[in-house]
């Protein structure tokens, strides 16, 4: 008698204790739920600085800390991070296409007008070839769904890819990475940034390298191929003579050196034209 009476308050006890514990992770949880909510994210969509919750349009925001921890280097692994946007590759590094919600123009060639246009710290990009752009010194990537012609004119009657820069600071900084990978793969980016005259005129030089070996072997030449090569630089100088004037100077170059996108053949029909 003595030990089920033991047994029965043990039971409760620990019946008890459940939902304190519980209590506390959800407490947790809601602080720091209530942590990122209180974080706000201003977008440029409406091309002036305002937080994302006020602009009237679908729209997916990936910053410079989530493009890190993501791995995201460029506009082609873009689609890990934003739903309904894919990035198609053609035999050509420029011949590529923007898909936002299965919208795109399905015609591969650096001279097409697309119609996911991309915005470049806003600067309306018109081609495609801009799409190699890379997030080695990007502050956010902006996707906005449906059309904006309105304020980008008309390549832009699926969306909108929108990329912001890193703008230099009253202080000076510095910034460097690289990485190394099988296949003698290379990625080395490096940014420095700061004052020229107090903080008046500023700039903010980046630079990144980044190359990997062929992939590809074919066995009837000994050739191989898929090998990528890419590096550039982009600089961004800002004058703000007084509180109510701005100016601001980009320059971007790049270069792409690539054995690309060799189709591999799995198997052969028999009795089809190969």
Not at 71 to 89: D, H, K
Request: proline share 4%; charged share 20%.
């Amino acid at each position: 008698m003595t030990f089920k009476g033991f047994r029965i308050a043990l039971l409760a006890t620990a019946a008890c204790a459940v939902p304190h514990g519980a209590m506390a992770q959800d407490s947790a949880a809601a602080d720091a739920t209530s942590d990122e909510a209180s974080r706000e994210i201003i977008v440029t969509a409406n091309k002036r600085n305002e937080s994302v919750q006020k602009v009237p349009s679908s729209i997916a925001v990936v910053g410079a800390a989530d493009l890190e921890r993501k791995n995201i280097a460029g506009v082609e692994q873009l689609s890990t991070a934003v739903p309904g946007f894919v990035y198609r590759g053609g035999f050509n590094p420029t011949n590529t296409s923007l898909s936002i919600r299965g919208i795109s123009t399905l015609s591969f060639s650096r001279s097409i007008e697309p119609s996911v246009g991309t915005v470049i710290d806003g600067v309306v990009i018109g081609l495609q070839g801009p799409n190699l752009f890379n997030f080695n010194d990007v502050s956010r990537v902006e996707v906005l769904r449906g059309p904006q012609g309105t304020l980008f004119g008309i390549n832009a009657s699926a969306g909108i890819l929108n990329i912001a820069t890193e703008e230099p600071g009253n202080e000076l900084s510095v910034k460097v990475g690289a990485s190394y990978a099988q296949r003698d793969q290379v990625d080395l980016y490096g940014a420095v940034g700061g004052p020229l005259a107090g903080d008046k005129l500023r700039l903010r030089v980046s630079g990144y390298y980044k190359r990997y070996d062929d992939y590809v072997d074919n066995l009837c030449t000994g050739e191989s191929l898929n090998g990528d090569e890419q590096y550039g630089l982009r600089a961004k100088l800002i004058f703000e003579p007084d509180d109510l004037t701005k100016m601001t100077i980009n320059a971007d170059a790049a270069w792409d050196r690539s054995d690309c996108c060799s189709p591999v053949f799995i198997k052969l029909v028999p009795g089809r034209s190969n």
